[in-house]
T-cell receptor, first 113, second 113 residues
Framework: DAGVIQSPRHEVTEMGQEVTLRCKPI?????LFWYRQTMMRGLELLIY????????DSGMPEDRFSAKMPNASFSTLKIQPSEPRDSAVYFC???????????FGSGTQLSVL | GESVGLHLPTLSVQEGDNSIINCAYS??????FIWYKQESGKGPQFIID?????DKRQGQRVTVLLNKTVKHLSLQIAATQPGDSAVYFC????????????FGTGTRLTVIP
């Protein structure tokens, strides 16, 4: 299995631009998570899906952030408009079932100038 | 929510020595604990997990100890190698909360050759 696949690996954009991060979870996993990692705040859960349905989005910073999971093999995290404070590493993770260990992707390093 | 915290932000050990990384948690309802290793530029990688009905679990060169009385978790790495240099996170979840893991702030382990 290729593991959780994220793209792009690096994204550099200017303030105000739209950013779309992509994730392909491990085949057969029912839960998908988006995390953000910064030096100041560590790993923060943004949103999680179970069977493609958003369950908890309380970690999404504000309305500029949105996430979708149109099918079991694909999810996107969108930031519109992006701001410099959104600069961070964004990780996608999946798990086989609820309360199971997460498998993380390699992350997307986002820099908003 | 309640948080997970680490006692030591950094740890340096000589190659070949044993390493012990500690983690305190505050949620008495937590029943599942995981240790992750994160190398530079990569996503967190699962190392070992333990459920609250156990107090010790061993893997290859790693042992996790759980003391529910004092809400303490530790990761022991035997014969530490340079490849063990990374940031180590503990994470916890409970059956009553949302389906996500609460991550500690991490401990950076540096192995001195």
């Amino acid at each position: 299995d290729a593991g959780v696949i994220q793209s792009p690996r690096h994204e550099v954009t200017e303030m105000g631009q739209e950013v779309t991060l992509r994730c392909k979870p491990i085949s057969g996993h029912n839960s998908l998570f988006w995390y953000r990692q910064t030096m100041m705040r560590g790993l923060e859960l943004l949103i999680y899906f179970n069977n493609n349905v958003p369950i908890d989005d309380s970690g999404m910073p504000e309305d500029r952030f949105s996430a979708k999971m149109p099918n079991a093999s694909f999810s996107t995290l969108k930031i519109q408009p992006s701001e410099p404070r959104d600069s961070a590493v964004y990780f996608c993770a999946s798990s086989l079932r609820r309360k199971e260990k997460l498998f993380f992707g390699s992350g997307t390093q986002l820099s908003v100038l | 929510g309640e948080s997970v915290g680490l006692h030591l932000p950094t740890l340096s050990v000589q190659e070949g020595d044993n390493s012990i990384i500690n983690c305190a948690y505050s949620n008495s309802a937590s029943d599942y604990f995981i240790w992750y290793k994160q190398e530079s530029g990569k996503g967190p990688q699962f190392i070992i997990d333990i459920r609250s009905n156990m107090d010790k679990r061993q893997g290859q060169r790693v042992t996790v100890l759980l003391n529910k009385t004092v809400k303490h978790l530790s990761l022991q790495i035997a014969a530490t190698q340079p490849g063990d240099s990374a940031v180590y996170f503990c994470a916890e979840s409970d059956q009553t909360g949302a389906n996500n893991l609460f991550f500690g702030t991490g401990t950076r382990l540096t192995v001195i050759p």
